[in-house]
């Protein structure tokens, strides 16, 4: 037996059009990407795919994204948790910077070794900084980073994994994850034991469902890499995603 876990980045934001680093700013849904949350949806009616239960991270990408893909696929009355361990990476001080000037700026190699590797963190956000989310009543009393790497990400999103989305899955239910680039590819790094210098090449393209089947022994997928529900689209984005420093 199998369990069924759908990973689903949020549809296309406000800022992802504009190409600017992210990160925990709690930016919108652009028109792109309610069509694209919709359509994600879409794809789970018609597979047949549909959740049982919900995690989401705060930010209103994610949970609108859910939102109205659940509605899509007639499973908008499921239980939902939320939590900011499944927040995208923190981007300190390039949250708002846009990437092909701070490609510019910095250089390529910097500029991949912020955007993509395992363990090197951009630099940290001040105070001052019109971005931080100091003082965000949704953060009262959590550590609120000043800046993350991917190995971070996952430091903070495995013991939610383990404590609310794990039990979920052994009790049968088919659980949704809707999240950001990032957060899930360290779900993904740790799903597929991606050694760290490959997590690099491991880019998540907004709104498509992403499906894993998981042992029911191991947790681990028999399905490796998972299946994204509609693989021409997700190739397509993919190579987006990853080209992004590249436009202005
Ligand atoms: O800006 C961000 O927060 C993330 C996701 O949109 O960007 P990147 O893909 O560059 O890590």
Same mark, same amino acid.
């Given at each position: 037996m199998t369990y069924t876990l759908i990973l689903l980045r949020h549809g296309e934001s406000e800022w992802n059009e504009k190409n600017l680093f992210t990160g925990w700013v709690d930016v919108p849904l652009n028109d792109k990407g309610w069509g694209e949350a919709k359509r994600g949806g879409e794809l789970l009616k018609e597979e047949g795919i549909l959740p049982d239960v919900l995690h989401t991270s705060l930010l209103r990408r994610a949970i609108m994204t859910a939102n109205l893909a659940l509605d899509a696929a007639d499973r908008h009355w499921i239980p939902v948790k939320r939590n900011?361990?499944?927040?995208?990476?923190?981007?300190? @001080?390039?949250?708002?910077?846009n990437k092909a000037e701070t490609l510019e700026q910095f250089g390529e190699e910097k500029f991949m070794i912020w955007r993509r590797s395992y363990d090197v963190p951009p630099p940290e956000i001040s105070a001052?900084?019109?971005?931080?989310?100091?003082? @965000?009543p949704r953060y009262a009393g959590e550590p609120i980073p000043k800046t993350e790497c991917l190995k971070d990400v996952l430091e903070r999103a495995l013991p939610y994994w383990e404590s609310e989305v794990v039990p979920d899955l052994k009790s049968g239910k088919t659980v949704m994850v809707a999240a950001h680039g990032n957060s899930l590819r360290a779900i993904v790094k740790h799903l597929d034991d991606v050694a760290d210098d490959a997590i690099v090449g491991v880019n998540i393209p907004t709104g498509i469902p992403l499906v894993y089947h998981l042992d029911?022994?191991?947790?681990?997928?028999?399905?490796?890499?998972g299946t994204y529900l509609d693989p021409e689209a997700a190739a397509a984005a993919i190579q987006a995603v990853a080209n992004q420093g590249k436009k202005k």
């Amino acid at each position: 037996m199998t369990y069924t876990l759908i990973l689903l980045r949020h549809g296309e934001s406000e800022w992802n059009e504009k190409n600017l680093f992210t990160g925990w700013v709690d930016v919108p849904l652009n028109d792109k990407g309610w069509g694209e949350a919709k359509r994600g949806g879409e794809l789970l009616k018609e597979e047949g795919i549909l959740p049982d239960v919900l995690h989401t991270s705060l930010l209103r990408r994610a949970i609108m994204t859910a939102n109205l893909a659940l509605d899509a696929a007639d499973r908008h009355w499921i239980p939902v948790k939320r939590n900011w361990r499944l927040n995208e990476r923190h981007y300190g @001080d390039l949250q708002g910077k846009n990437k092909a000037e701070t490609l510019e700026q910095f250089g390529e190699e910097k500029f991949m070794i912020w955007r993509r590797s395992y363990d090197v963190p951009p630099p940290e956000i001040s105070a001052e900084n019109t971005y931080t989310q100091e003082g @965000d009543p949704r953060y009262a009393g959590e550590p609120i980073p000043k800046t993350e790497c991917l190995k971070d990400v996952l430091e903070r999103a495995l013991p939610y994994w383990e404590s609310e989305v794990v039990p979920d899955l052994k009790s049968g239910k088919t659980v949704m994850v809707a999240a950001h680039g990032n957060s899930l590819r360290a779900i993904v790094k740790h799903l597929d034991d991606v050694a760290d210098d490959a997590i690099v090449g491991v880019n998540i393209p907004t709104g498509i469902p992403l499906v894993y089947h998981l042992d029911e022994e191991t947790l681990k997928p028999t399905n490796p890499g998972g299946t994204y529900l509609d693989p021409e689209a997700a190739a397509a984005a993919i190579q987006a995603v990853a080209n992004q420093g590249k436009k202005k």
